[in-house]
């Protein structure tokens, strides 16, 4: 979906619902909008860019200071890392939220949550010890006898870097047609881990019918945001300079980048740590 600035009428009632016209409000904060084209209801799906942006600078300066001016210098511990990662989940939360209204996902909506979802070592281990912290001993052995049953019918890898792009993309489109519902999913539809769901389910928002993600999950098109992009890089790196997990990484001409893995591969059945192989 490709991004166009909307014209406004001075005269015209402010898009941000004051009441204004638009000359009296927004144009004087000097606020710009702009369209992703239309929903699956017809609706215009108009936000403000220039808050977008706000929320892509601070999440910017943010990481710069907590993660990057750090590479090369020092590592991080687990703990200091997830409280960093909470802190970058929140500003992406509030980026993204201008564009929930136009969505069709709804709490109970679930067909995404069969996808193949991969995540880093950091963002892995704040699941876990969500988990730990929050389920009950039997709560967690639902999990575990799920787990289980999905690395027996499903085909993943712990080492997805290995592959071709192609290789990769077929890994991704098999999973999803195996239709097989996440180990976190509740039997409501819900998400029983949503607190401390990872990025990749976080910036998947489909603004196109249900039906078509009923039908085939997989070729719906999610859009790019501003935010999660800058969200998705910052978690990256910090996942990097975390002491535990920077053997974690993998370098592609030259350029290093953190392991990800499909969820499965990353939690252990006994829950008590991450998978640390490289």
């Known amino acids: 979906m490709k991004e166009k600035k909307v014209k406004i009428k001075d005269q015209n009632l402010c898009?941000?619902?004051?009441?204004?016209a638009y000359e009296d409000c927004c144009k004087l904060k000097k606020q710009e909008y702009y369209t992703l084209g239309k929903n699956y209801e017809d609706k215009d799906i108009i936000f403000n860019h220039t808050f977008n942006m706000e929320v892509y600078d601070e999440i910017t300066d943010y990481a710069m200071y907590n993660?990057?001016?750090?590479e090369g210098q020092s590592v991080l511990t687990i703990s200091k890392s997830i409280e960093i990662l909470n802190n970058i989940y929140e500003k992406v939360n509030r980026g993204m939220n201008q564009f929930v209204d136009f969505a069709a996902c709804k709490k109970g909506c679930s067909s995404c949550c069969s996808l193949y979802v991969d995540l880093t070592a950091i963002e892995a281990e704040n699941i876990r010890r969500y988990?730990?912290?929050?389920?009950?001993?039997?709560?967690?052995?639902?999990?575990?006898?799920?787990?289980?049953?999905?690395?027996?019918?499903?085909?993943?890898t712990s080492r997805p870097y290995e592959l071709s792009k192609e290789d990769l993309d077929n890994l991704h489109y098999e999973y999803a047609l195996k239709d097989i519902p996440c180990m976190f999913?509740?039997?409501?539809?819900?998400?029983?881990?949503?607190?401390?769901?990872p990025l990749s389910c976080r910036k998947f928002i489909v603004f196109s019918s249900r039906d078509k993600c009923e039908d085939n999950v997989s070729k719906v098109i999610s859009p790019n945001l501003a935010p999660t992009n800058i969200g998705r890089l910052a978690i990256d790196h910090l996942s990097m300079i975390t002491g535990r997990y920077k053997n974690l990484i993998y370098i592609n001409e030259g350029d290093k980048s953190p392991i990800k893995r499909p969820l499965i591969q990353w939690i252990k059945e006994d829950f008590d740590d991450i998978n640390r192989q490289p």
């Open 15 to 20: 898009l941000c619902n004051s009441g204004k």
């Open 67 to 70: 993660i990057f001016d750090l």
């Open 131 to 156: 988990i730990v912290d929050n389920k009950s001993d039997d709560e967690i052995n639902v999990y575990k006898t799920k787990l289980k049953e999905i690395k027996e019918k499903v085909e993943t």
């Open 185 to 197: 999913l509740k039997k409501d539809g819900s998400c029983s881990v949503y607190e401390a769901r």
